[in-house]
């Protein structure tokens, strides 16, 4: 599905602010854990949740890990963001960063299942969530920076802290490689 017009734009320019609000470089690495806690929004893993059934934990926690990574939960003017522990760094700070791209792009809380169990999905605001979230993780400057130090994938990932999925996904998108590549090749 398309973005609105000028939403790519504008996920760059939120990232930029952010980034110029906690006083780091365009390019430097930015934890989503930090813009949560700015914003009064708590995360917490799951297995801090009061009342959670022990089969339930132990179940997403193992076998079903992979049916959660985290959840942004609305309690009325307030968020709390829930994330998986068990699940990788990288993957966690893409996941909180996800959710939190739902609260920064004011997207209505809705059911996570449907009528019947299913999973929920309004592809709309999940792919613009998952746009924001790679955007505010690694930005254009920050896929650039990675390109131009020739760093490898493992490497970058690790320094963002977000997955290798993620990290090749927005060097990709950005068109960064290829962009340090013809610059080379031209000098």
Known sequence: MPFRYGFKAESERRAAEWRARFKLRPE????PRR?????????????????????SLAHLMDAGAKDFSAAA???GSRWLIIENEVHSIGRRTNSVAHELSHVLL????HPAFASGGMRNMWKQIEDEADWLAGT??????AALAIAR???????????????????RQRLNLTGAMI?????SAAS
């Open 106 to 109: 004011k997207h209505p809380p």
């Open 149 to 167: 130090e020739g760093l490898d994938l493992d490497t970058a990932a690790t320094r963002y802290g977000v997955s290798v999925p993620l990290m």
């Open 28 to 31: 430097e690495p930015l934890d």
């Open 136 to 141: 505010l993780l690694v930005p254009r400057p």
């Open 35 to 55: 813009i949560a806690e700015d914003l009064g929004i708590d995360v917490v893993k799951m297995s801090d949740l009061a009342g959670l059934k022990k089969t």
């Open 179 to 183: 962009q340090v590549r013809r610059s």
């Open 73 to 75: 939960v609305g309690l």
